[in-house]
């Protein structure tokens, strides 16, 4: 469902106002929990009825997803100043971060002693909360002047002309490459961490969980580092977005270096170091991405910014089903062709370093390609007002 997102941006660019889209997409997403947890109950009974109400549930989660998180990126976009938008993209995920801790500590707690009923009950719940956040979140967000105006005429006409023109513009379609190949090589990475860490390390499920704590741990600290360096060095070559994208789309491939030599060098390696330096990496690019992203979307005075952002959401979406699709095959075919994991996960590492080493060679293009408007790549500061309400 979230290759639809870019159709679901067009309609909220036609629109004009993008928190209905939020609070929309937030219902659909609650009904969408909920129908998965009553067809987890239901499955006990009645497989098959089960299986296809899971299926219209996940439908509905991807579809409330696709389009709460293309209008809130959009809002983001429009509301954030220039500036101060890689902060916003820090806090933002930040916050998606808070979210998971808080919900699985709270969600498993209540969920003890398990029963199909506690599960459903549970779920409601937090499905409650979250619509209910959501709501006094963006209360007062956007003004009666966000709903009309030329903006809104602009975005007007069908999807695929709207589609037709953002692709034209080289540096949104150089920055959906981007997306896809980084988004590819980040998935396919970190869904075979843990098996490899168990295969060639000898470490057991619960210490190859918590090494991916420790690689979350690290992403978490290159996100803090990319707005800390913004602030520090604001309008400075260290300050640049195209510089974090492509340094760490560039370092992410170098420790996936690291880690497949390191399946030669066996447990004497520093596994913890490198998975943490991998992590900062992998988020130093993200956080960067993801200001590049607010950025671009409104490139020119563009008036499509929910289709472009809804195309690089498309992109990381399919990019993220493919990845892990990618990794999980490479690694079982290698060890069938190597007979061994250590060559295995060695050459799959590889290539993944290989991936990463053109998503940083696209990032260093995406801000050279003459488009609308460059802009301004510089990384944000995370400190001061940074969304603007349409009271000022």
Same mark, same amino acid.
């Given at each position: 469902?979230?290759?639809?997102?870019?159709?679901?941006?067009?309609? !909220?660019? /036609?629109?004009?106002? &993008?928190? @209905?889209?939020?609070?929309?997409?937030? =219902? +659909? $997403?609650?009904? %969408?929990? #909920? *129908?998965?947890?009553? !067809?987890? /109950?239901?499955?006990? &009974?009645? @497989?098959?009825?089960?299986?296809?109400? =899971? +299926? $219209?549930?996940? %439908?509905? #989660? *991807?579809?409330?997803?696709?389009?709460?998180?293309?209008?809130?990126?959009?809002?983001?976009?429009?509301?954030?100043?220039?500036?101060?938008?890689?902060?916003?993209?820090?806090?933002?995920?930040?916050?998606?971060?808070?979210?998971?801790?808080?919900?699985?500590?709270?969600?498993?707690?209540?969920?003890?002693?398990?029963?199909?009923?506690?599960?459903?009950?549970?779920?409601?719940?937090?499905?409650?909360?979250?619509?209910?956040?959501?709501?006094?979140?963006?209360?007062?967000?956007?003004?009666?002047?966000?709903?009309?105006?030329?903006?809104?005429?602009?975005?007007?006409?069908?999807?695929?002309?709207?589609?037709?023109?953002?692709?034209?513009?080289?540096?949104?379609?150089?920055?959906?490459?981007?997306?896809?190949?980084?988004?590819?090589?980040?998935?396919?990475?970190?869904?075979?961490?843990?098996?490899?860490?168990?295969?060639?390390?000898?470490?057991?499920?619960?210490?190859?969980?918590?090494?991916?704590?420790?690689?979350?741990?690290?992403?978490?600290?290159?996100?803090?580092?990319?707005?800390?360096?913004?602030?520090?060095?604001?309008?400075?070559?260290?300050?640049?977005?195209?510089?974090?994208?492509?340094?760490?789309?560039?370092?992410?491939?170098?420790?996936?270096?690291?880690?497949?030599?390191?399946?030669?060098?066996?447990?004497?390696?520093?596994?913890?170091?490198?998975?943490?330096?991998?992590?900062?990496?992998?988020?130093?690019?993200?956080?960067?991405?993801?200001?590049?992203?607010?950025?671009?979307?409104?490139?020119?005075?563009?008036?499509?910014?929910?289709?472009?952002?809804?195309?690089?959401?498309?992109?990381?979406?399919?990019?993220?089903?493919?990845?892990?699709?990618?990794?999980?095959?490479?690694?079982?075919?290698?060890?069938?062709?190597?007979?061994?994991?250590?060559?295995?996960?060695?050459?799959?590492?590889?290539?993944?370093?290989?991936?990463?080493?053109?998503?940083?060679?696209?990032?260093?293009?995406?801000?050279?390609?003459?488009?609308?408007?460059?802009?301004?790549?510089?990384?944000?500061?995370?400190?001061?007002?940074?969304?603007?309400?349409?009271?000022?």
């Amino acid at each position: 469902m979230q290759v639809l997102r870019p159709r679901l941006g067009h309609g !909220s660019d /036609a629109g004009g106002r &993008r928190t @209905p889209w939020i609070l929309g997409g937030m =219902a +659909v $997403l609650a009904a %969408g929990g #909920i *129908g998965a947890a009553l !067809s987890t /109950a239901w499955m006990a &009974r009645y @497989p098959v009825h089960g299986i296809i109400a =899971a +299926v $219209l549930s996940y %439908g509905l #989660i *991807g579809l409330g997803v696709g389009a709460s998180g293309t209008a809130l990126l959009v809002l983001l976009a429009k509301r954030v100043g220039p500036a101060r938008r890689a902060a916003a993209a820090t806090i933002v995920w930040l916050m998606m971060f808070a979210g998971f801790a808080l919900t699985a500590t709270l969600a498993g707690r209540f969920l003890d002693p398990f029963s199909p009923a506690r599960l459903i009950g549970v779920t409601s719940a937090v499905a409650a909360v979250a619509l209910l956040i959501t709501l006094f979140a963006v209360r007062g967000m956007e003004g009666p002047a966000a709903a009309g105006g030329p903006d809104r005429a602009a975005a007007g006409g069908t999807f695929r002309d709207a589609l037709a023109q953002v692709w034209a513009d080289r540096q949104a379609r150089q920055f959906t490459i981007f997306v896809f190949v980084s988004m590819l090589a980040y998935s396919a990475q970190e869904l075979i961490l843990e098996p490899f860490a168990g295969a060639v390390f000898g470490l057991q499920p619960g210490a190859s969980t918590r090494l991916t704590g420790v690689q979350h741990g690290g992403a978490l600290a290159g996100m803090l580092l990319v707005a800390l360096m913004g602030s520090l060095f604001a309008g400075r070559r260290l300050g640049a977005l195209r510089l974090w994208m492509t340094g760490g789309c560039a370092g992410s491939a170098v420790m996936l270096l690291v880690l497949a030599a390191g399946a030669f060098a066996g447990p004497a390696w520093p596994l913890r170091p490198a998975v943490f330096a991998l992590g900062l990496a992998n988020g130093a690019f993200t956080v960067a991405a993801i200001g590049a992203m607010m950025q671009l979307a409104g490139a020119g005075g563009s008036p499509r910014e929910g289709v472009r952002m809804g195309l690089w959401g498309g992109a990381q979406a399919v990019a993220f089903a493919l990845g892990g699709l990618f990794g999980t095959l490479a690694s079982d075919l290698a060890r069938l062709l190597f007979g061994s994991p250590v060559g295995a996960y060695a050459l799959v590492f590889g290539l993944e370093a290989a991936l990463f080493l053109i998503a940083a060679w696209q990032a260093a293009r995406v801000f050279a390609a003459p488009g609308p408007r460059a802009g301004d790549d510089r990384a944000a500061a995370p400190f001061g007002p940074m969304i603007t309400t349409s009271r000022g």
